[in-house]
């Protein structure tokens, strides 16, 4: 059974760009949390998703950030009009229940 | 609102002594605990967790964990670390139940530094 799957792993984008992060859960995952964790700050929770559904999105900032998961394909995390604030590592766990989760090995985000 | 706190940010010890990674927790309902461990630029990978029963929980690399309810505690332990131990650990709490979403709060990490 693979892991949780994340693409790109390294992702540069300029400022004002579009950033577009891939997660594939565990098979049999139906549960999708996102994470960021910028340098002195640690993890960070930012969504919580089921099959086509955002279930819980109290740590996504208001703008310029959107997460899916569609009822085929991966989970995506959008940031629009990246900014230099943005560069963070991003992690993806899935989770079969929701009690305990696995995490992708992350996309780093470098925004110049 | 749940915390995590991990005091310690980073603890250096030799190769074959025991470590203690303390973690403690605030909580107003029920919760889970988990051990995370980051190796440089990789993920996160599960080392421990809590659910329910036993509060002794262990992994198969020779950590163990005690949950303490009534300290709020889920230290992290080895008798006997290793080179290989060198990493980032997370001790982070969910909540469950009452429309909870279960989402990680995350303690600030301990670098566990074993030198030779």
């Known amino acids: 059974n693979a892991g949780v799957m994340q693409n790109p792993r390294h992702l540069v984008r300029r400022r004002g760009q579009e950033a577009r992060l891939r997660c594939s859960p565990m098979k049999g995952h139906s549960h999708v949390y996102w994470y960021r964790q910028l340098p002195e700050e640690g993890l960070k929770f930012m969504v919580y998703?089921?099959?086509?559904?955002?279930?819980?999105e109290s740590g996504m900032p208001k703008e310029r950030f959107s997460a899916e998961f569609p009822k085929e394909g991966p989970s995506i995390l959008r940031i629009q009009q990246v900014v230099r604030g943005d560069s963070a590592a991003y992690f993806c766990a899935s989770s079969p229940t929701g009690d305990e989760q696995y995490f992708g090995p992350g996309t780093r985000l470098t925004v110049t | 609102a749940q915390s995590v706190t991990q005091l310690d940010s980073q603890v250096p010890v030799f190769e074959e002594a025991p470590v203690e990674l303390r973690c403690n927790y605030s909580?107003?309902?029920?919760?889970?605990l988990f051990w995370y461990v980051q190796y440089p630029n990789q993920g996160l990978q599960l080392l421990l967790k809590?659910?329910?029963?036993?509060?002794l929980v262990e992994s198969i690399n020779g950590f163990e964990a005690e949950f303490n309810k009534s300290q709020t505690s889920f230290h992290l332990r080895k008798p006997s670390v290793h080179i290989s131990d060198t990493a980032e650990y997370f001790c982070?709490?969910?909540?469950f139940g009452g429309g909870a979403t279960n989402k990680l709060i995350f303690g600030t990490g301990t670098l566990l530094a074993v030198q030779p």
């Open positions: 982070a709490v969910s909540s």
């Open positions: 998703l089921q099959k086509e559904n955002i279930i819980d």
């Open positions: 909580s107003s309902v029920s919760v889970y």
């Open positions: 809590y659910l329910s029963g036993s509060t």
